[in-house]
T-cell receptor
């Protein structure tokens, strides 16, 4: 089944404790992206990757890191999480670029205390 | 600086009637627009898109209209069904479909009553 998977689905952590949210797709897509969803703000793009080893900032990259060492994986790293990073996070992929239909993962609900 | 705006946080319609969801944008470089639908506890799913070279695109019950001069697009759902109840996001991309950045609106909660 073609899908985007994220882990963990739920995470409660404390300020400053480094964490990684994994994202994997099995559709051989070139493009992957991370978004956060917050009430009243909709979805905002954090980082995106056009291909392996190619990443770039979205609209809200502060406090996040990403890497794209393999085509299928695009982990989101929070080196020192803060409470303002409490949010619902989505990973997505598409064959080529943001303007193509993107396939989203199920989301990761992160709470930073 | 919200470049894509959905000014109606919610919309309520009766089953069988038309639902019209609106979206405004400010960046004249946007040339590709998409609508996504999101159910609770799920990721968004793609609904329909339109290129700036068109002013209308249809897919079954869903039609998107683009008014470039007004920097406005709308999604029409006819007829509306209870299963259409979800959050709808419009999104915009510049420089065609192969660019990396995508800007979303705040979303509109659609409720379709039986």
């Amino acid at each position: 089944e073609a899908q985007v998977t994220q882990n963990p689905r739920y995470l409660i952590t404390v300020t400053g404790k480094k964490l990684t949210v994994t994202c994997s797709q099995n559709m051989n897509h070139e493009y992957m992206s991370w978004y956060r969803q917050d009430p009243g703000l909709g979805l905002r793009q954090i980082y995106y990757s056009m291909n392996v080893e190619v990443t770039d900032k979205g609209d809200v990259p502060e406090g996040y890191k990403v890497s794209r060492k393999e085509k299928r994986n695009f982990p989101l790293i929070l080196e020192s999480p803060s409470p303002n990073q409490t949010s619902l996070y989505f990973c997505a992929s598409s064959p080529q670029g943001a303007g193509n239909e993107q396939f989203f993962g199920p989301g990761t609900r992160l709470t930073v205390l | 600086d919200q470049q894509v705006k959905q000014n109606s946080p919610s919309l309520s319609v009766q089953e069988g009637r038309i639902s019209i969801l609106n979206c405004d944008y400010t960046n004249s470089m946007f040339d590709y627009f998409l609508w996504y639908k999101k159910y609770p506890a799920e990721g968004p799913t793609f609904l329909i898109s339109i290129s700036s070279i068109k002013d209308k695109n249809e897919d079954g019950r869903f039609t998107v209209f683009l008014n470039k001069s007004a920097k406005h697009l709308s999604l029409h759902i006819v007829p509306s069904q209870p299963g259409d109840s979800a959050v709808y996001f419009c999104a915009a991309s510049a420089y065609g479909t192969s660019y990396g950045k995508l800007t979303f609106g705040q979303g509109t909660i659609l409720t379709v009553h039986p």
